[in-house]
């Protein structure tokens, strides 16, 4: 196991993770992760579906253990969760029962904020992404992309050093997806934080990231990683995209084919 | 309560102020208009084929008595309603109520039996189950005996509620407790292991203790079914309840039943029935008006039962 001596915002170290170990179900859903983000990385984790990617930020986020390996966040362990490391899920999760600023402010009230100094900051990492009007809302009131910026603000309000995003724009048309992704640069731009994105599309990947980490079908592995060295706001039609594009999609090609035969062995046994 | 809540009800308040009210409440009407007609259209089918039966013969007006001459002689069956002395031993003649007020006290007693009868079911069941999640061992040992409990008949726990409370109110709000406790305990428990997992998981990421996630976010989650577990429970609350006071726990409608049985009168029968079915539908629909206030973020029409 290498020393950690970088104070990398994720590091993971041969993680593996095995669901329901020592049993008939048992299904290994990752494999020797070796991945460093550096603080303020905007990275994609990119795969078929089922490639346990989601799984990679579950460990991340110190909501499940890993069955192997190590991981740390800024030089400490991760063993439990922390609003450090704040995950946003495909849907928005809105607490219903709570008013829109009432999820934003969620994680302030747990952590035992005052209610005067909860309802500022809420107010304000309202106004950051663009909801100053929704505040006394309730979830339902609003579109799904605007539930989604709430579950972003909601995140946003903990000031997290690391944001996971598990397929958060999956469930959005794709007029809504492409405005929530510039929605998120700049986010992300404002707030430093480093982010790890999940997707299955790659046009997502070229859109957003610093670096495309493209997952094997299971189990898991990292296959490669691709740097993207294009200025934002990208064209998502210039021929550097266009090639990256390709190149991506070549890459996760052979996964989709092993995914889809593995699929089919399974159906016919 | 936070400020959040404070000012966004204060804004909700301002909003939907004095100028609304009165349209509201047109609209309100007039949207509940088909169901009323519908409902009296349906009675009114029914009621009339019984009084067609009864004009050519065919109901005997002695054993089924069409609701012309149940409903008609109502200060007659009134009279009945006096039960409420039988059992106050030393009450004295001058004490007599009014038939009317017999009547008014009765469905109040009874009324007030399933009430608390409901209230003190949800409250322990909601607590019982909350905690058989929380602590593991407490839900270990108590478990298999609610498991085992919660097909019994509420029928066969009637002499127990007789030897613990005597007569009286207890044994009939003790019936109703039981009828409901152990079904909406493990209702309870079922809504737990159902809440969605990413809330749990958003409340784990923010920091929240176990402690603060059952109570900031699965309590708030399993309510809105609960209380639908709860309406569906009405109805074998007022059976119990009615049961538990024809055997002569004291006053209300279940005894006057009796009391119409044992002296043969199909009049105060079917009048008892009639007015059973109205105080539950009146309570059935007071119950939807608290979950409409209670659980307010529950969207009309999904976790709400259609129909009547």
Known sequence: MRPISSRNAVVCRDV????????????EALRGIDLDIAPGEFVVLLGPSGCGKSTLLYLIAGLEDATGGGLWSFGDPVEKPSPERS???????????????????FGLSIAGRPPAERAEIARQTLQRVGLSEAIDKRPDELSGGMRQRVAVARALAMQPKVLLMDEPFAALDVQTRAKMQDFLLDVWRVSGASVMFVTHHIDEAVALADRVVVFTARPGRIKTIVKVDLPRPRDPFSPEAEALRRHLTAQLQDEVDRAFAEQEALVAS | MSAISQAARASRSGAGGQTLTWPRWVAAVIAVAPTILWGAASIGLFAGIWEVLWAVGWADAKLLPPP??????????????NTVNRWQIGAGQGGVPSSAAAVFYTILATTGRVFAGLVIASTLAVTIGVAIRYFRVFGRLTLPTITLLAPVSPIAWLPVAIFLFGIGNGPAVFMVVIALLFHMVLATINQIDNVNRNLINVARTMGASKRQTYMRVIVPAILPQL???????????WMVVLVAEATGVGYGLGQVIMLARNTFNPSLVFFTIALIGVLGFLFDFAMRLAQRKLLYWVPQGTAVLRGL
């Open chain 1, 16 to 27: 593996a993770k095995v669901w329901a170990p020592g049993t008939p179900r048992a299904h």
């Open chain 1, 87 to 105: 995950l946003i899920f495909q849907e928005a999760s809105l607490f219903p029962w709570l008013t829109v600023g009432q999820n934003v402010a």
């Open chain 2, 68 to 81: 012309h001459i149940f409903i008609g002689n109502i200060a007659d069956q009134a009279k009945f309603f």
């Open chain 2, 227 to 237: 209380f639908v577990v709860l309406r569906f429970n009405l109805f074998a609350a």
